[in-house]
């Protein structure tokens, strides 16, 4: 299959705490980004991260990169209503083509 | 940050006709586009990706005569479904990155609506 997996596949939480989503990959990446999409829209790009990196910020946002596991986590600290959406990583390897993962739906409750 | 478009945002054909998708880069030249197909509740396929004056690189299991797809200019990609039938019927998104980014910055995408 040509996609990553993303864990969870959805998450519901209330207003005000964090959101943790996992991501998987299968080969060796230049890059990788993650992506937020609300419903019926395109995609809007929230923070990348080379392979060279091991954690990077973002205001709310925080991602690690674990190359060794071919895994990367996105945390959403002190969610909003409207942090509601899709969440898609995307894997960067070499030609520069996207490979995206499942997503996961995250619900913030207000 | 950079800006692409997407033409038409929205549109429903009949089974059999064939339909036009513009993807343009408004305030930079895109070297290469990216087009994806996102069916209901699931992720981005990427389709094909387009470098400017030369042929398109299509994905295992997209068939080339069916999604014609044209990159004439530094600034605007087209696909266009030949033939369209319901199963066709998705989310289609384009998407651009210059010579210098890391980045790619996507379109807003089109529904298309097979009837």
């Known amino acids: 299959s040509q996609q990553g997996e993303e864990d969870p596949q959805a998450l519901s939480i209330q207003e005000g705490e964090n959101a943790t989503m996992n991501c998987s990959y299968k080969?060796?990446?230049?890059?990788l980004q993650w992506y937020r999409q609300n419903s019926g829209r395109g995609l809007v790009h929230l923070i990348l991260?080379?392979?060279?990196?091991r954690e990077k910020h973002s205001g709310r946002l925080r991602v690690t990169l674990d190359t060794s596991k071919k895994s990367s986590s996105l945390l959403i600290t002190a969610s909003r209503a409207a942090d509601t959406a899709s969440y898609f990583c995307?894997?960067?390897?070499?030609?520069?083509?996207?490979?995206f993962g499942g997503g996961t739906r995250v619900l913030v409750k207000p | 940050g950079a800006v692409v478009s997407q033409h038409p945002s929205r549109v429903i054909c009949k089974s059999g006709t064939s339909v036009k998708i513009e993807c343009r880069s408004l305030?930079?030249?895109?070297?290469?586009m990216f087009w994806y197909r996102q069916f209901p509740k699931q992720s981005l396929m990427l389709m094909a990706t387009?470098?400017?004056?030369?042929?398109?690189?299509?994905e295992q299991g997209v068939e080339k005569d069916k999604f014609l797809i044209n990159h004439a200019s530094l600034t605007l990609s087209t696909l266009t479904v030949t033939s369209a039938h319901p199963e066709d019927s998705s989310f289609y998104i384009c998407?651009?990155?210059?010579?210098?980014?890391?980045?790619?910055?996507f379109g807003p995408g089109t529904r298309l609506l097979v009837l």
């Open positions: 998407s651009a990155r210059d010579y210098r980014g890391w980045t790619q910055y």
């Open positions: 080969t060796s990446i230049n890059n």
């Open positions: 991260i080379r392979s060279n990196e």
């Open positions: 995307a894997s960067e390897a070499a030609g520069n083509k996207l490979t």
């Open positions: 305030d930079f030249q895109a070297t290469t």
């Open positions: 387009s470098n400017e004056g030369s042929k398109a690189t299509y």
